[in-house]
């Protein structure tokens, strides 16, 4: 049997499908599974176990003569509809819920008091409903040790500026955790285009790795496996450390998990209950209501405890 899955972006989303792919391959085992996504995302299959063969979409051409007994369009856009359609097999839409993520943002008033409440719980029970499963977990092949230090990643940045707590409070943050732990160092994760923004950890009198743009998607994946807790915004690398089952501080602002996306892993999610909450369904960039106080309001303090309390769970 062949499969066609299609997701084009993006990372965190990607990483999410994994849960899929699993289970698609486990209940055929002998399937063939072509996976078309960004090309910018090719190297992140190399930590993606069950997929045969991954494409960039515009490479499609070469899987005209397939005829696929399944095409899993797990995007639902407009490109993804495109390229679907230039494939030969039927294809299945994983559901979006559009509608009820309006109805979370605008709190059920009207018109959106109308909307169901839908019957999955996240995205992934949302892909998994496409082939009758209903569990399953992301999961990202990476480096596993025991190390010999503690080792606390922080992922401080995002796609969308208001998903963006405060950097002063992630260096207070590891000022606190550089006091209460003796051995331990700190790996900072970010893109090339958070490069610059990252500088400031460099100039802080801790044992800091930086490893902020200069790591391809499966040296990142590796990095991060080796994390003994991962301090994140709501962003792709939150989603990278859940498929590799590092315990996860994740800080919400704008967002809530309502929306389908948030971590399996051990996690704790620290956000603050407003009115203005949420406020936009993928972050937004600029706060409408002129205070930020989904980030202001919480306090290093109340992160620090957090990954104290998750790392005294994991005996480390």
């Known amino acids: 049997m062949n499969f066609c899955i299609i997701r084009l972006s993006s990372l965190g989303d990607i990483v999410l499908t994994t849960a899929f792919i699993e289970e698609l391959k486990k209940k055929y085992p002998d399937s063939k599974i072509f996976y078309v996504t960004k090309k910018a995302f090719i190297d992140l299959?190399?930590?993606?176990?069950?997929?045969?063969?991954?494409?960039?979409?515009?490479?499609?051409?070469?899987?005209?003569?397939?005829?696929?007994?399944?095409?899993?369009?797990?995007?639902?856009?407009?490109?993804?509809?495109?390229?679907?359609?230039?494939?030969?097999?039927?294809?299945?839409?994983?559901?979006?819920?559009?509608?009820?993520?309006?109805?979370v943002l605008y709190k059920s008033r009207f018109p959106f008091n109308?909307?169901?409440?839908?019957?999955?719980?996240?995205?992934?029970?949302?892909?998994?409903?496409?082939?009758?499963?209903?569990?399953?977990?992301?999961?990202?092949?990476?480096?596993?040790q025991k190390n010999k230090e503690l080792i606390i990643g922080i992922a401080p940045f995002a796609a969308w500026k208001n998903k963006i707590w405060p950097k002063q409070n992630f260096i207070e943050l590891i000022e606190l955790l550089?006091?209460?732990?003796?051995?331990?160092?700190?790996?900072?994760?970010?893109?090339?285009?958070?490069?610059?923004?990252?500088?400031?950890?460099?100039?802080?009198?801790?044992?800091?790795?930086n490893y902020t743009g200069v790591l391809s998607l499966s040296e990142l994946v590796n990095k991060i496996g080796l994390c003994d807790v991962f301090v994140t915004n709501d962003s792709g690398l939150m989603h990278i450390a859940s498929a590799c089952n590092i315990p996860i501080v994740a800080i919400f602002g704008p967002t809530v998990k309502e929306f389908g996306f948030y971590p399996r892993t051990k996690s704790v999610i620290i956000e603050?209950?407003?009115?203005?909450?949420?406020?936009?369904?993928?972050?937004?960039?600029?706060?409408?209501?002129?205070?930020?106080?989904?980030?202001?309001?919480?306090?290093?303090?109340?992160?620090?405890?957090?990954?104290?309390?998750?790392?005294?769970?994991?005996?480390?």
């Open 45 to 103: 299959f190399k930590n993606i176990d069950f997929v045969d063969k991954v494409l960039d979409f515009n490479q499609i051409k070469c899987l005209k003569n397939i005829k696929f007994d399944a095409i899993y369009d797990l995007q639902v856009n407009l490109r993804s509809f495109l390229i679907s359609n230039k494939l030969k097999g039927k294809v299945y839409r994983a559901p979006k819920h559009r509608l009820y993520r309006l109805k």
């Open 272 to 316: 603050k209950q407003l009115d203005c909450r949420p406020c936009h369904l993928h972050g937004g960039n600029v706060c409408k209501e002129g205070h930020f106080r989904c980030m202001k309001d919480i306090h290093p303090q109340e992160v620090f405890l957090a990954v104290k309390s998750l790392l005294e769970e994991s005996n480390v």
């Open 178 to 209: 550089d006091v209460a732990f003796t051995k331990k160092t700190f790996f900072i994760f970010g893109s090339k285009q958070e490069e610059i923004l990252s500088k400031d950890f460099d100039k802080l009198p801790y044992n800091i790795k």
């Open 114 to 144: 109308f909307i169901k409440e839908k019957k999955q719980k996240d995205i992934i029970e949302d892909y998994l409903s496409l082939i009758g499963t209903k569990e399953g977990y992301p999961k990202l092949a990476c480096r596993k």
